[in-house]
């Protein structure tokens, strides 16, 4: 009897691609990567908890995006001295090229005593960094920019976890003309009800992708469990001028945890990806995630597939 299939991406065999083992200096865990190609080569910003329990971002480069990783020696982002913003650490990193900037835009967590905040930062080849500090405050998370303005302003997806009305934490949006002020959380997709695969909370993902069909929206959705929370992958597709108008929302997911290495681990039974980069000339899509909040996993599929998956919803 056949299999029957019931995920969209495929794991691949060299998994785990990196863990802390692989670190030139003792740390705890690596997960939760950016993904960018630059200059032909695969980079990955990743998570990088210390022995302290504090985490940082660093740099890792591939010229086939699975082996011979060099790891730089020394982080990206790290938090600076006396900004109490920053002082618990940096987290699960996002990055798309923006061509109107010239250069790549990082969106990630800067943690501290008043809880996570959205941080942004520059960089043309992930060597050095420029620093522009917070953009959305306390308690928000899970941010990702938008490569292009849309109706004249950018567009910063996010996820605010407090304030009036927020139970279960949605996905939203805030529009710029600057990049430095932020409009309001215009709420863009929440959690189902109920016994859902995503009812407890939900997040972007890696950066959104344009299609022709509108922004492909690769999320994480959470359900509570008696074993815990379950961390699994889902799909959404926007509308490209007005991308709080969702078009379509898969049912399923399409991405959960059942290697090993994503069952076990500092967080068990987490998928959480916060990388994709996609081969224009091949449809590929390769998928970087963390796996267990542990380890760098990639799993690939087919742009065409999830497509024809996420309309037919």
Known sequence: MTAVRR??????PENPLLTAEDW???VNVVFNPAAVVVGGETVLLARVEALTGISHLTVARSANGVDGWRIAAEPLLTPDAG?????WGFEDARAVWVDELECFAITCTAYGPAGPAVYLATTKDFLSIERRGIVVNPEDKNAALL??????????FHRPTTGFGVMHPHIALSRSNDLVSWSPPEVVLKPRDGAWWDSLRIGVGPPLLK???GWLLVYHGVKETVGGAMYRVGL?????EDPTRVLRRGPDWIFGPQAPYE???DVGNAIFPCGMVHDSSSGELRLYYGAADTSICLATA?????LETVLAA
Not at 83 to 87: F, L, Q, T
Request: aromatic content about 4%; proline content about 8%; cysteine-free.
């Open 7 to 12: 995920e969209l991406f495929t794991r691949h």
């Open 24 to 26: 030139p200096t003792p």
């Open 83 to 87: 900004i109490e913003s920053e002082k």
């Open 147 to 156: 490569p292009e303005r849309v109706d004249g302003k950018w567009i910063l």
């Open 211 to 213: 299609t022709e069909h």
């Open 236 to 240: 959404a597709l926007l509308d490209l």
């Open 263 to 265: 069952r076990q681990g």
């Open 302 to 306: 087919h742009l065409d597939e999830l």
